[in-house]
């Protein structure tokens, strides 16, 4: 069947709860997901939305309370072995064994997968090539920096070429140089390996970097579509400004007529409206009755945090 | 005592260090930091005026938190001068702390102390009177909308609650001068929003603030912008205007049919030196590849492109991301 083979990860009305002091959590709420085969895509939300859960149920490292998940056609409960044979992971808070070298490092994960001493010969020294690690093998694990100790993390989470990857906030914490390159890594693995990678990050501008994006908050899947069609889901046209007196300015605009949503950004405020130059004199004009100014006025383009914000505060008024 | 003077001293500040002389709050000349050979802060110099929010952006060991312990007092300048509202840190660490506020990435809060004990303990340690102090909590607890949870542990907090918490700490003292050491790490867009709409609520009243950050999205929020890198500050000014001046080079956004296989030709290319690229990288359905000039490198990339099989929709010219120009900026030249 050349539907199913396409479907690399998927999941129905997946259901994770967890029993707490104070009663139940439902950490992933009914999630429908389908990831195909060589894309990228982004489990994108805060702290808490269930991204890590879902990431492990998906895997067989948790086991679900109801539905179904599966990765390439394997059974996430049933049939972890296969899962674990053919996916790459790397956990969040995942360390390295700081006092084995990075060679040592490739090694022993090689070791665990169980792949062979001539696999090994031949794969570790392009993938710590691919890391941009080749100098540094005999340098300790604890004594690299931040960014390095994730691209080695990404070397030893292929070594036993996987044709799927998941990564839970790969580059938290790692610096904007550091982000770039882990990135670029990713980009030559869907370029040239055709790998499915299927990460989950907190930041916003990561989501640009994915094929497709999935929203997650509060256990739910808001929803699943390309970065550029997220951005079209906000409403109306967006206008930026400054505001001399902030919050009497905001409680004014908010409530003005063909003022959609407003959203505060720093001492700007972002004002999404359904006519840009008709409001734009409008606000200018209300604001100026109250004795206020506004610099800088502006029509943005919305971005995929501004979507976002958008998009939870719907969900939460629901 | 020798007084540094700013060129852009605004004269609205007058800290109490500087004896009624007008001076920014900040201000750093040749600021210098050597761990024996490593030059960890490699003469800065900058300044920052009243009420103003400076950012400074920068990979981890460019210096950023060496800089603020040294501002703080905390730790030894090896050269160069720095001036805390006319404090020198080097000497008078002790007044100037009492007018200065700082919180740590490591959001510094006892988890066994309510939120209320936690602003309480702050207050303490700043001195503050048992009045001033009950004035201060309630004030505190209203500008981090922390109404209701006052008395919950701070353990049971989530990170966008901590954060608030941790700010109103550093602020319990009134500081005109405040130090984020990277505050939003690990904390969700909306309550980082909610914090920036603080931050600016607190600059507003007349506080100066200096923020490091890992953040592209904050860098973008800050008035003005430093990039740090290997200890020198290459860059520094508005956001909009580093966008404008310091990106080399122009970002290409290309739109085609196999975003994989033309991923794969202009790697190629680049490897090989038949074309210029400075950086190739996938977005999504998309590739944006930094060349040169745009408008002399649309027709080369595309006829590539068509001599590899593959359907270009569209090369378009856009506009560079804060993440562009600072790793444009950081990145050595004429390799």
Same mark, same amino acid.
């Given at each position: 069947?050349?539907?199913?083979?396409?479907?690399?990860?998927?999941? =129905?009305?997946?259901?994770?709860? +967890?029993?707490?002091?104070?009663?139940?959590?439902?950490?992933?709420?009914?999630?429908?997901?389908?990831?195909?085969?060589?894309?990228?895509?982004?489990?994108?939300?805060?702290?808490?939305?269930?991204?890590?859960?879902?990431?492990?149920?998906?895997?067989?490292?948790?086991? =679900?309370?109801?539905?179904?998940?599966?990765?390439?056609?394997?059974?996430?409960?049933?049939?972890?072995?296969?899962?674990?044979? =053919?996916?790459?992971?790397?956990?969040?808070?995942?360390?390295?064994?700081?006092?084995?070298?990075?060679?040592?490092?490739?090694? +022993? +994960?090689?070791?665990?997968?169980?792949?062979?001493?001539?696999?090994?010969?031949?794969?570790?020294? /392009?993938?710590?090539?691919?890391?941009?690690?080749?100098?540094?093998?005999?340098?300790?694990?604890?004594?690299?920096?931040?960014?390095?100790?994730?691209?080695?993390?990404?070397?030893?989470?292929?070594?036993?070429?996987?044709?799927?990857?998941?990564?839970?906030?790969?580059?938290?914490?790692? /610096?904007?140089?550091?982000?770039?390159?882990?990135?670029?890594?990713?980009?030559?693995?869907?370029?040239?390996?055709?790998?499915?990678?299927?990460?989950?990050?907190?930041?916003?501008?990561?989501?640009?970097?994915?094929?497709?994006?999935?929203?997650?908050?509060?256990?739910?899947?808001?929803?699943?579509?390309?970065?550029? @069609?997220?951005?079209?889901?906000?409403?109306?046209?967006?206008?930026?400004?400054?505001?001399?007196?902030?919050?009497?300015?905001? =409680?004014?605009?908010?409530?003005?007529?063909?003022?959609?949503?407003?959203?505060?950004?720093?001492?700007?405020?972002?004002?999404?409206?359904? /006519?840009?130059?008709?409001?734009?004199?409008?606000?200018?004009?209300?604001?100026?009755?109250?004795?206020?100014?506004?610099?800088?006025?502006? @029509?943005?383009?919305?971005?995929?945090?501004?979507?976002?914000?958008?998009?939870?505060?719907?969900?939460?008024?629901? | 005592?020798?007084?540094?003077?700013?060129?852009?001293?605004?004269?609205?500040?007058?800290?109490?260090?500087? $004896?009624?002389?007008?001076?920014?709050?900040?201000?750093? #000349?040749?600021?210098?930091?050597?761990? $024996?050979?490593?030059?960890?802060?490699?003469?800065?110099?900058?300044?920052?005026?009243?009420?103003?929010?400076?950012?400074?952006?920068?990979?981890?060991?460019?210096?950023?938190?060496?800089?603020?312990?040294?501002?703080?007092?905390?730790?030894?300048?090896?050269?160069?001068?720095?001036?805390?509202?006319?404090?020198?840190?080097?000497?008078?660490?002790?007044?100037?702390?009492?007018?200065?506020?700082?919180?740590?990435?490591?959001?510094?809060?006892?988890?066994?102390?309510?939120?209320?004990?936690?602003?309480?303990?702050?207050?303490?340690?700043? $001195?503050?009177?048992?009045?001033?102090?009950?004035?201060?909590?309630?004030?505190?607890?209203?500008?981090?909308?922390?109404?209701?949870?006052?008395?919950?542990?701070?353990?049971?907090?989530?990170?966008?609650?901590?954060?608030?918490?941790?700010?109103?700490?550093?602020?319990?003292?009134?500081?005109?001068?405040?130090?984020?050491?990277?505050?939003?790490?690990?904390?969700?867009?909306?309550?980082?929003?909610?914090?920036?709409?603080?931050?600016?609520?607190?600059?507003?009243? $007349?506080?100066?603030?200096?923020?490091?950050?890992?953040?592209?999205?904050?860098?973008?929020?800050?008035?003005?912008?430093?990039?740090?890198?290997?200890?020198?500050?290459?860059?520094?000014?508005?956001?909009?205007?580093?966008?404008?001046?310091?990106?080399?080079?122009?970002?290409?956004?290309?739109?085609?049919?196999?975003?994989?296989?033309?991923?794969?030709?202009?790697?190629?290319?680049?490897?090989?030196?038949?074309?210029?690229?400075?950086?190739?990288?996938?977005?999504?359905?998309?590739?944006?590849?930094?060349?040169?000039?745009?408008?002399?490198?649309?027709?080369?990339?595309?006829?590539?492109?068509?001599?590899?099989?593959?359907?270009?929709?569209?090369? #378009?010219?856009?506009?560079?991301?804060?993440?562009?120009?600072?790793?444009?900026?950081?990145?050595?030249?004429? #390799?």
């Amino acid at each position: 069947m050349a539907t199913t083979d396409e479907v690399t990860i998927s999941t =129905r009305g997946l259901v994770k709860r +967890f029993k707490t002091r104070t009663g139940a959590v439902l950490a992933v709420n009914d999630v429908k997901l389908k990831v195909l085969r060589g894309e990228t895509f982004g489990l994108i939300g805060p702290d808490g939305a269930g991204k890590t859960t879902m990431t492990r149920v998906i895997l067989g490292l948790l086991t =679900r309370t109801a539905g179904e998940s599966s990765i390439l056609g394997y059974d996430s409960m049933h049939d972890t072995h296969k899962i674990r044979e =053919r996916v790459g992971y790397i956990a969040q808070q995942f360390a390295l064994p700081g006092d084995l070298t990075v060679l040592e490092n490739m090694h +022993f +994960f090689a070791n665990v997968q169980g792949v062979s001493r001539a696999e090994q010969r031949r794969r570790i020294p /392009d993938l710590l090539e691919f890391a941009g690690l080749s100098n540094f093998t005999g340098r300790l694990g604890g004594q690299l920096s931040g960014g390095m100790k994730k691209k080695l993390a990404l070397a030893c989470s292929l070594v036993h070429e996987p044709s799927v990857v998941m990564l839970d906030e790969p580059t938290l914490g790692v /610096d904007p140089v550091s982000r770039r390159e882990f990135w670029n890594l990713l980009g030559k693995l869907r370029a040239e390996k055709g790998l499915t990678i299927f990460v989950c990050t907190p930041y916003m501008d990561e989501a640009e970097r994915c094929n497709y994006v999935g929203l997650m908050h509060q256990g739910k899947l808001i929803t699943t579509a390309s970065p550029g @069609e997220i951005k079209k889901m906000v409403p109306g046209r967006l206008l930026e400004f400054t505001p001399s007196n902030f919050v009497p300015a905001w =409680r004014l605009v908010e409530k003005m007529e063909g003022v959609l949503e407003v959203q505060t950004y720093g001492a700007m405020l972002h004002v999404f409206v359904d /006519d840009v130059d008709r409001r734009r004199t409008e606000i200018e004009t209300a604001l100026a009755a109250q004795r206020m100014t506004c610099q800088g006025m502006r @029509e943005i383009e919305p971005r995929m945090e501004e979507a976002f914000i958008s998009l939870i505060r719907k969900q939460r008024a629901q | 005592m020798r007084w540094v003077r700013s060129r852009s001293a605004q004269g609205d500040v007058r800290g109490p260090g500087s $004896g009624g002389q007008d001076m920014d709050p900040i201000v750093v #000349e040749n600021l210098t930091k050597r761990f $024996g050979a490593f030059v960890a802060v490699d003469h800065i110099s900058f300044s920052v005026k009243a009420g103003e929010v400076y950012g400074w952006l920068g990979p981890n060991g460019a210096g950023k938190t060496t800089t603020i312990r040294m501002l703080l007092g905390l730790l030894k300048i090896s050269e160069g001068s720095a001036r805390v509202l006319g404090y020198n840190p080097s000497t008078h660490a002790k007044a100037m702390q009492a007018q200065v506020g700082y919180m740590s990435q490591l959001f510094t809060l006892y988890n066994d102390l309510t939120a209320r004990e936690n602003i309480r303990f702050y207050g303490q340690a700043y $001195g503050l009177s048992q009045d001033g102090l009950k004035r201060r909590q309630a004030e505190i607890i209203e500008m981090a909308g922390l109404q209701g949870r006052e008395n919950e542990l701070t353990a049971n907090l989530s990170g966008g609650w901590k954060q608030r918490l941790a700010l109103g700490c550093a602020i319990v003292h009134k500081p005109q001068v405040v130090f984020l050491d990277e505050p939003t790490a690990g904390v969700d867009p909306i309550s980082r929003r909610d914090f920036w709409g603080l931050i600016y609520s607190m600059a507003k009243k $007349g506080m100066t603030i200096l923020v490091t950050t890992h953040y592209m999205d904050e860098a973008e929020l800050c008035q003005r912008v430093g990039f740090i890198s290997d200890g020198r500050l290459v860059a520094l000014d508005t956001p909009d205007q580093l966008k404008r001046t310091r990106m080399h080079g122009h970002v290409l956004e290309i739109s085609c049919a196999n975003t994989e296989a033309a991923m794969r030709a202009l790697l190629a290319a680049r490897e090989s030196g038949q074309l210029p690229l400075d950086e190739v990288a996938l977005y999504g359905a998309q590739i944006h590849a930094v060349v040169p000039d745009a408008e002399s490198y649309k027709e080369p990339l595309a006829g590539l492109l068509a001599s590899e099989g593959i359907a270009v929709h569209a090369i #378009e010219w856009i506009a560079p991301t804060l993440e562009d120009v600072f790793i444009s900026s950081v990145k050595p030249r004429g #390799e």
